[in-house]
Every structure is written in structure tokens, then in C-alpha cells.
């Protein structure tokens, strides 16, 4: 039997519910079009803006793996280790777009079935940047792009209006939501930080604001290691280090957390599910949270042989859901997004050995 992995979110239709996250391996036609051949259903493009960038003049990702007879995490190449997480400092795409659009139009053109989704970044606090996103939005849904993803998480902006900085400002969420919705109309995605206190009522303003959809997690803010012997960052430029983004493997717990607090707040809305990904087991997880789609960085880098587009990755995410929805009968994913919400509970809500505990308060409930 055939399995049919198509999956309807944000009102597009992709052939599989696997998406390739904005960052290197969505930077280029050549990388997107390559992982369109490989399968993926969809990708979000690395974030494209009008701003000046430039990166630092060094390594912009690191690859952390930690082992089981010194179990330390380092970059350095050891036997029988395993991945733990990527470290990156990298900015946003620095091609311009006015290089992005064709390669955009040639894109959607080859592949009319996958979804390519547009993450867009401008600054805030002015008409001027108001207008930035606009025309980022404009130019990208002209060329064909399916969807938008607004990058107000991105972790490592000197910009205070840019980046991880405004997503803790529900204001400037509502106006960028607000220009852009003026401006295009297509779904709009929006990336949230996972190191804001207040995500839940971020993601709250983004969806009333007109979000379609809340992506989640960008990276944590966080720092490389330093080598005890050499007294290096593991990365550094000229004996500097500035905070950066971990993801892979190691934020999967605490991007499933995030997911589900935004899920279980807005059980009826979108969200699109990030961090640590690596395989079936992974994608399961933010499902039974609530995503309707999952979007994958670290482990598609990290695949040797792929040119960093997770070729084998998408082949055995696509036949491990086959499997699974086939042995339990499932028609789709929907038969089980969503099962684990009402079994995240208050900690005193959780079966004591004697009955009167109270949530830590004096008096019985
Ligand atoms: C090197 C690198 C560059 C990234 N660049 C961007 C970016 O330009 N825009 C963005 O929204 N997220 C960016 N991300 C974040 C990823 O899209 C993703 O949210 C994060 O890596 C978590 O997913 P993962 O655990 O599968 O890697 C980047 C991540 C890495 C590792």
C-alpha cells in the first residue's frame, strides 16, 4: 500500500510535512533545488533583507558531539562520538535581493508542488522599516512564493530593532504583522525566539495580529566552550567570541516545551515545529505536541554526501512516517497532532503517595 504523506497547513497543500528551516541549507537555488530533487516538501529560504551584512571572518558554524568514555561536548574530532548540537553566529542570507528573485521565480517554476516559503527580515520603529518589510513581502510573493516566515528571532543582531530583540515587544509584533498583511496575501508565518519570558502572549498577538502560523524554535542564545589547555573558544575571531545559537539535538526537549505552550494556548491555530530534529522519533514528538509541520536545520548540515541538504535525511523521515502511520492505521498525521496536550499538566496535578499535597501551599485545597 501507497502511503499518501500530503498534508494541508496554513492552507498550502505539501507532498510531505517535512520542510527544510531557513538557514544554510536553504541559502542558495542550487541547495534548494537539490533538496527539492531529494524529496523535501517544502522550504523556508534562508532570511532575506535589505540591511548591510556582513559575516565574521572565521567559522560561522561549529558542530558539537560529545561520547560516552569522556562524555565532554567539543567540536574536536574524536572517535565514537555522536552529534549533540550546532553552534552558528551566522547573519541572514547576504545576497541581495535582487539576486534572490530570479532564482526564486526559477525555483517555483521546476517545482510548482513544493512550497517555498519566504523568511523576511527588516528593522522596527519606523515607517521607513515598515516599509522595508513591504517590499521584501511584495517582491517575494511576486515572484511566486508561497508563504512568508517573519524572522523576529534571529539571535545574534547588534540591531536592537531587529532579530530576537523585538520579539518580546507585542507592539512592534502587531505592526510588522500588520504592514505585512496590508501588503501581500499569502500565509503568513511568524519565527519567534525561544528565549523570550513571554512567548505565549508573543505568539497570542502574532496570531490575532493575523499570523497564520507560529515557527518555533529559532537557536538559544549561547556561548562556545572554551579548551582548557589552549584557554580558545572553540570558535573565535581574533580571541573573540559573541553570543551565538545552539541547535540540533541537545534543544529538542526545550523546543518541545515551547511548542506545547504555544499549542496548548492556541489548540486551533497553526505551529510549525523546530529544533533537534534527526528523524521520525524527533518529528513524532513536536506532532503530539500540536505541529502540523516540521521544519529541519542541524541534522540536514550535518548529513556527509548531502551538500548539507539532508538527501538520505528526507528519505528516511518520509519512509519512517510511511511505516508508522501504515503499522497503526493512520490516514495522516492529524489522527495523532495534537494527542499529548491535555497530559501536560500543573506539577500538583501529578499523583503524591498521599493525597492532600496542595501545589506547595499551606492550606488543603
Ligand atoms: C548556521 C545556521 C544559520 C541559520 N540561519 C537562520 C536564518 O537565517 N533565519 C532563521 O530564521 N533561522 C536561522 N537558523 C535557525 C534554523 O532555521 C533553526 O531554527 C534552528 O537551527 C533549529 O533547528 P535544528 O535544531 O533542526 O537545527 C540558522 C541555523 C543555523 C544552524
Redesign the pocket.
Known sequence: MTIDLTTHFTGLKFVNPFVL????PTESKRKIMKAFDAGWGGV?T??IGLHPVENVAGP??IYQRTGETKPYVSREKRPDTVSHS?W?W????DQPLDQWLPDLKEIKTAYPDRMVIA?IMAGAGNDEEMANWQKLARACVDVGCDAL?L?L??PHMDRKDMGAHIANDEDIIRWVLKAVTDAVDVPIWV?LTPSSSSLVSGAAAAYAAGASSISL???FPSLPLMDPETLKFEVEVDGLVTSG?Q???A?LNQ?LERVSSISRAHPDQAISG????KGFREAFNFIVHGAGNL?????A?EEKGSGGVGVKLIQELTGDLSDYLERKGYASIEDFRGIARARIVEHSQIRRKSEDYNGGYAESA
Open positions: 528551516a531557513s538557514a544554510p523556508v534562508k532570511t560561522k558554524t550546532s552558528n551566522e547573519l541572514i542570507s523568511s516566515e524572522n528571532s534571529c519565527k524554535c529559532n537557536t545559537g541547535a540540533g539535538l534543544i523546543a523546530i529544533g533537534g530534529i521544519q529541519i536545520c542541524t541534522a548540515m
